[in-house]
């Protein structure tokens, strides 16, 4: 039980340090994008590309936004990753969707991309693509010194206490936040069946 006491007690605490203002501000952005009649584009790999998928929905479904995660379709994604290489799997999507200034991206990772390392080529490459196009970019990651939350207009940083559980504490967060935000009285204006 030492184990299962320990994770929940830090995950309490990790709870307590997340940066509630900076989500607020998130709300606040989002509800401008939804007024301007903008995309949201939810990107993440691995689980949080099913916390991508996941959150699509809540967004559409109860904010009313209209919102899209590429790697809902495996046929394009592995095309793309075939054809083109893992690394343009997101900034090509956003292309093809003719990103504009109304839209944003919303990042789902751990560690948020990393040049030196080769990690997460993808998310640097759609941050990059975002930007030409003016896009806003927003991230809730598990990492400060990634290439996401340096790179984003608003990143929700989750203050991972045990650095040893950062990713399954990373990607229950992002689930946690996401919750938050579709739930918040600005942004929700449909309800949930119960």
Not at 54 to 73: G, M, Q, S, W
Not at 167 to 176: G, K, L, R
Request: aromatic share 8%; net charge neutral; hydrophobic share 40%.
């Amino acid at each position: 039980m030492d184990f299962i006491t320990d994770y929940f007690s830090k995950f309490s605490k990790d709870c307590l340090n997340i940066p509630y203002a900076k989500i607020k501000t998130l709300v606040e952005e989002l509800k401008k994008l939804r007024e301007n009649n903008g995309r949201l584009f939810i990107l993440g790999v691995g689980g949080s590309a099913g916390n991508a998928s996941h959150a699509v929905n809540d967004f559409r479904k109860l904010c009313n936004i209209e919102t899209y995660a590429p790697t809902d379709n495996v046929s394009e994604l592995t095309a793309r990753t075939n054809d083109e290489g893992f690394e343009t799997i997101f900034s090509e999507y956003i292309k093809t969707s003719r990103g504009c200034k109304n839209d944003a991206i919303l990042i789902f990772s751990v560690g948020g991309g990393n040049i030196e390392k080769n990690v997460s080529i993808n998310l640097i490459n759609a941050i990059k693509e975002s930007r030409n196009r003016k896009m806003q970019v927003y991230s809730i990651v598990g990492m400060s010194e990634g290439y996401a939350a340096k790179n984003s207009d608003i990143s929700v940083v989750i203050p991972v206490i045990n650095k040893n559980l950062i990713t399954p504490i990373s990607e229950a967060f992002q689930a946690v936040i996401w919750h938050c935000i579709v739930s918040h009285p600005d942004l929700a204006v449909n309800s949930t069946k119960w």
